[in-house]
């Protein structure tokens, strides 16, 4: 779960240009910075970025895996 918040200033050329690459993406701005540093990270050899983004992706997998699950369990109790 997410708590905690960090606040940056950019100016308005930046911010119209990481709206730009986020809504390209199909990512909020909040995702796609996220995205961003994490992926800068892990490219510099952070391992624990690595652990993180790890984490995320075996979070979603287990998040799509149960959606598509729950429809056929239902089906099979029918």
């Keep these: 779960m997410k708590t905690q918040m960090m606040q940056f200033r950019v100016t308005d050329e930046e911010k119209a240009l990481i709206e730009k ?7 909020t701005v909040t995702e796609y910075i996220r995205a ?5 990270m892990i490219i510099d050899g952070e391992p624990q970025a690595l652990k993180v983004v790890g984490r995320v992706m075996g979070e979603k ?13 239902k089906g099979s109790e029918a």
């Design 21 to 27: 690459c986020a809504k390209k993406a199909d990512m």
């Design 36 to 40: 961003s540093m994490l992926m800068e």
């Design 61 to 73: 997998a287990l998040e799509v895996l149960s959606r598509r699950v729950k429809p056929r369990l």
